[in-house]
């Protein structure tokens, strides 16, 4: 079945750093592809999302592209900050079917120090 | 507007006690979803409404009932409730069921935190 893996967290960086979250994905038919991010004590919150190969999808500085040829979906922003402490949650939409199930990876942590 | 408004924020209850948590959007959108997440978990999918007919039960236990009165409202009604439900109950809508050119992108409310004793 439909799956999607996340690198393991936590993710500890200092503000202004890189960062990258890895995302890969196994799926049949043509799913689309979401980053969900969840502040503590709060609801998911869609971040970006792409719809089809190549795709980028982008949001508040964050970026992902939707790679076919490589089965991945990374999340990047060029330099983060303290606000951007969250889960943040790699997932894909069931594309065999018309039964709106969302795939989730497992979530990673990232905490920015000042 | 991408807004889904859930409530009780948060909600204490026994375990003979029946409850009732509500979800509402307003987007127009078809396909309506109830989740259970667990502390540091991915989201579990419990129900899905498509078109106000429940299209998906994950096997959940009958002490959780949902309804969806109108396009609008979802309801998640509640009765003798384990200690193990406790947790964060997430509504989310989506402009259908589909997978194709975004339509199933699902938003989703700020949860309501249920804890039973």
């Known amino acids: 079945g439909d799956s999607v893996t996340q690198m393991e967290g936590p993710v500890t960086l200092s503000e202004e750093a890189f960062l990258t979250i890895n995302c890969t994905y196994t799926?049949?038919?043509?799913?689309?592809l979401f980053w969900y991010v969840q502040y503590p004590g709060e609801g998911l919150q869609l971040l970006l999302k792409a719809t089809k190969a190549d795709d980028k999808g982008s949001n508040k500085g964050f970026e992902a592209t939707y790679r076919k040829e490589t089965t991945s979906f990374h999340l990047e922003k060029g330099s983060v900050q303290v606000s951007d402490s969250a889960v943040y949650f790699c997932?894909?939409?069931?594309?065999?079917?018309?039964?709106?199930?969302?795939?989730f990876g497992q979530g990673t942590t990232l905490q920015v120090k000042p | 507007d991408t807004e889904v408004t859930q409530t009780p924020k948060h909600l204490v209850m026994g375990m003979t006690n029946k409850k009732s948590l509500k979800c509402e959007q307003h987007?127009?959108?078809?396909?309506m979803y109830w989740y259970k997440q667990k502390a540091k978990k991915p989201p579990e999918l419990m129900f899905v409404y498509s078109y106000e007919k429940l299209s998906i039960n994950e096997s959940v236990p009958s002490r959780f009932s949902p309804e969806c009165p109108n396009s609008s409202l979802l309801n998640l009604h509640l009765h003798a409730l384990q200690p193990e439900d406790s947790a964060l109950y997430l509504c989310?809508?989506?402009?259908?069921?589909?997978?194709?050119?975004?339509?199933?992108?699902?938003?989703f409310g700020p949860g309501t935190r249920l804890l039973v004793l």
């Open positions: 997932a894909l939409s069931d594309g065999s079917g018309n039964t709106g199930k969302l795939i």
């Open positions: 987007m127009g959108h078809r396909a």
């Open positions: 799926a049949t038919g043509y799913p689309s």
């Open positions: 989310a809508s989506s402009q259908d069921t589909s997978p194709r050119g975004g339509r199933g992108t699902q938003y």
